[in-house]
């Protein structure tokens, strides 16, 4: 007889070891690692954020609704500016008489019409102011009423010589008034006396004239000139 041979069976290890490995099949994947092997620190991280991000949230819509509630209390404390009126500051500051102002008459001879109204009758009288030649410290001017209470046409300043010597038959050597319906001619530079004795400007050159133009008083004032009264 052949004696009995008897092998110890081999751990479970050892047939683990031994065991083929499973073939790959193409088109099908692994099978997932179980829930339970997914890290937990990233699921605590991300509830973190969340948590935070809702805070912050939260913080500035009630900041957001403490500004509009304090907003109308600030408006209605600030007190507003005064709205200027312009207009009327301006109409303030322009006194009533000024005619022109020194920079609009700078120059000799220039000149400017303008309406006068006679403070006794109200009425208004169309006029004219000349700048005189002189002193440039201490200027002077002329004015004086364009309409002629003896003739039926207002007078005119001429400044053109050639037109002096050729129209009315005068060697001027500086500007004139004119009553172009008669021809009369009066000098701006030249004084004449009234049949009261009254010294007025303008004496006449040329023609049959009765009196020199009425003339009109007038005073500087800073950088205006004014028209006070009519003789």
Known sequence: MKPQTFQQPLPPSA???NAPAMPRIPGVSDAPAPAGSQPKPLLAVALAALLCASGLALWLLQRRARDLNASPHAEAATPSAPIRNISSTRT???DPDAIATLYELAKPWS????????????QSIPAMVIHLPGSATNPSFWAFALANPLSRCQLQYVTDL???????????EHPMVVSDCDGVLYDPLKMATLPDGTWVRGDIVRGGGIRPPTSIQVEVRGRDLLAKRME
Do not use: E, G, I, N
């Open 15 to 17: 047939h683990r070891k």
């Open 92 to 94: 303030t500051d322009a």
């Open 111 to 122: 000149s400017k019409t303008f309406q006068f109204v006679d403070p006794k009758t109200q």
């Open 162 to 172: 050639s037109v002096l010597s050729k129209r009315y038959v005068y060697s001027a």
